[in-house]
């Protein structure tokens, strides 16, 4: 399995979204450029210019026409995903860390960070058709976590939302009245910061990652913890094979320590886990930095991996990944 490095970002890299129909990939990084890719063969179609500031998350709308990304320099932006063009500036008092379309691409939810005295908050935004017509009100905010939300994304039907971030627990909010339905348990949640939450292709269960050095499998309605796998360092970033019961653990140590350990040390490889059994069953080396971001293709076919080191590589499986037996 020889992998497609895509050169591209001059910063370490924060976040990889594929499209529905996994032929384009959206990389984020700290250099302020959001970048798209052809998620065949890795060639760089084209970068959305016009953030300030590092960029660190990003979707893309169901019909892969509209692009949301959130920055460091307290804005949100939509871009049309074929032109490159802005069509939209949501501004904050704080950075924007997250960005979630809803399904129907009708809302979307940002979360900023604790800023200058102001809390963090996740605010829902409604998303017009029509850019022309799009506002920058928000339909709800909701404040209360302590410390940084990382990840929040919408939950089934778009009833609630689930957020998660550095007070290691994770909530469930109602959207219609704003409330907390439910937290995630301290004795089985996390014990350190969360760093990162993707959810499964079918929306019923959800992986967190963390710097406690292991990711949990929950269920999204009962928020009932279902799996857990440990690894030897923190985990910066988690996804599921969309394909197989695979489930795939990014991190290394802190970036600030990379330079007073060997290479070999680090461990900056994506690692495989069996989904039910909790073992491990591979991994992927390449990366000469922690690996901050992770994305499945959602064919299953392939998965791409962002560092530290600025590099996305792009792995196309081989036939045997698919006959693995444990």
């Known amino acids: 399995m020889r992998p497609i490095l895509m050169k591209g970002h001059e910063r370490p890299l924060t976040f990889l979204k594929y499209n529905r129909d996994g032929d384009l990939l959206f990389s984020c990084a700290k250099d302020h450029t959001p970048t798209v890719w052809f998620a065949d063969n890795g060639e760089r179609l084209g970068t959305y210019r016009g953030h300030n500031g590092a960029v660190w998350c990003c979707d893309v709308s169901r019909d892969s026409a509209r692009l949301i990304t959130g920055s460091a320099d307290q804005s949100a932006k939509l871009w049309d995903v074929q032109t490159g063009t802005q069509l939209f500036t949501f501004n904050f008092d704080s950075p924007?860390?997250?960005?979630?379309f809803s399904v129907g691409d009708k809302l979307a939810v940002i979360t900023t960070d604790p800023f200058m005295g102001?809390?963090?908050a996740i605010h829902v935004k409604r998303i017009s058709r029509d850019p022309s017509d799009q506002i920058g009100e928000s339909v709800l905010t909701l404040k209360g976590p302590q410390g940084r939300i990382n990840r929040a994304v919408w939950g089934p039907l778009n009833r609630t939302i689930i957020s998660a971030g550095e007070d290691a627990v994770i909530r469930i909010w109602d959207v219609e009245t704003g409330k907390i339905l439910k937290e995630s348990d301290k004795e089985v949640g996390h014990k350190k910061g969360i760093t990162s939450l993707q959810k499964s292709v079918d929306g019923s269960h959800f992986i967190t990652g963390s710097l406690d050095k292991s990711a949990k499998l929950w269920d999204i309605r009962t928020l009932t913890l279902i799996k857990n796998y440990t690894t030897e360092r923190p985990v910066n970033a988690v996804t599921m094979s969309p394909l197989l019961n695979h489930v795939v653990l990014g991190g290394g140590q802190d970036a600030s320590?990379?330079?007073?350990?060997?290479?070999?040390?680090?461990?900056?490889?994506?690692?495989?886990y069996d989904k039910i059994l909790q073992q491990e069953i591979g991994g992927v080396k390449g990366h000469f930095g922690p690996i901050n971001a992770l994305a499945f293709n959602?064919?299953?076919?392939s998965f791409s991996s962002g560092g530290e080191d600025g590099y996305v590589r792009l792995h196309h499986f081989d036939h045997d990944y698919f006959n693995i037996k444990i």
Do not use: I
């Open 96 to 100: 924007a860390r997250s960005v979630d």
């Open 118 to 120: 102001l809390p963090s």
């Open 257 to 272: 320590a990379v330079t007073t350990t060997d290479h070999r040390a680090g461990k900056f490889e994506a690692k495989f």
């Open 298 to 301: 959602p064919d299953g076919k």
